[in-house]
Structure formats: C-alpha cells, structure tokens
C-alpha cells in the first residue's frame, strides 16, 4: 500500500509539472508581434512621423502567450498599423501605430514552427515516456515484495 501511495504522488508530480510550463501568463512574455515570419519585439522608443513610410500592414489577431502567425500580437489591439520606417530595411526595424504614436519593434527571432502534428507528437512522447516510467516503477515494486516474500 505504500508503494502505491508513492506511485501516485509520484504520477501527480509529473503531472503536475507538465500542466505548469503550459499555463504561462500573457504578462510573463514580453510584448511582441509577428510579421514576415519574424516576431518582432515591441520597445517603448517613439518614432517621429517625419520618419514613416508605407504601411505593411496591420495586426489582425490577438494570440497570448506569444504570436505565432503573421498579423498576431500578444498584446497591442487588432487593428493597429504596422509600417515601414524610411531608410531601414524591414527586417531590421519596423513602426508600429498605437493610438496615434509610432513606436520601434525590432525582430527577435523567426516565428516558431509549430503545428497541429507537431504538438501531438509532443504530447504522444510524453505520454510514452510517463507510463514506461510507471510501468517500470510498478516493476520494481513488483519484485522487491517478491523477495522478501520468498
């Protein structure tokens, strides 16, 4: 009966700890937006309107924790513009409009690959990985009741 007791706190743990790195917070992630395949950081510097060239283009979905498809923002209303600034390439620095301001948002990296079968592979290894664990826990349980009952 201990041995169970054991094995059930030790499943829980597992659980437990798995359940907790998926339920981060949008305020625990920087605010960002995704476009052209990149996630772009958004810093608090203000850019002059003299400085602003086309627009190209405009957040169109909220996504928290963090973007993952162009037009997505974690935290910046759906609707705001998203512009060139003169003289700098795209990839380097971008605009965005908020509330009738213009502020900085640099690239920090290509938007992450994640698919539907890719988060369920995930999740399938996972859960392969905890029942061998379980099954071999119950294993040796198993034969430690064998010897000292023989």
């Known amino acids: ?3 169970i007791k054991l094995l059930l706190v030790f499943v829980s ?3 437990g700890i798995f359940s907790f790195t998926g ?3 949008a305020t625990s992630y920087p605010s960002a937006i995704a476009w052209n395949n ?4 958004l810093s608090t510097e203000e850019i002059d309107i003299k400085d602003i ?4 283009g405009r957040i169109e979905r909220l996504r928290t924790p963090m973007p993952k498809k162009n037009g997505e923002s974690n935290d910046k209303p759906v609707g705001s513009l998203l512009f060139e600034i003169n ?3 795209t990839l380097d620095v971008i605009a965005v409009k908020v509330d009738d301001k213009y502020y900085k948002a640099s690239p920090n990296g290509p938007l992450p ?3 539907k079968d890719t988060i369920a592979a995930r999740k399938v290894i996972i859960l392969i990985v905890s029942s061998f664990g379980v099954f071999l826990t119950l294993i040796i349980i198993w034969r ?4 000292r009952i023989g």
């Open 53 to 56: 060239g086309n627009q190209i």
């Open 144 to 147: 430690r009741k064998r010897r």
């Open 113 to 115: 690959i994640t698919t």
């Open 38 to 41: 990149f996630v772009y950081g």
């Open 87 to 89: 003289g700098v390439d």
């Open 23 to 25: 339920g981060a917070t």
């Open 1 to 3: 009966m201990k041995h």
């Open 13 to 15: 743990v597992i659980i």
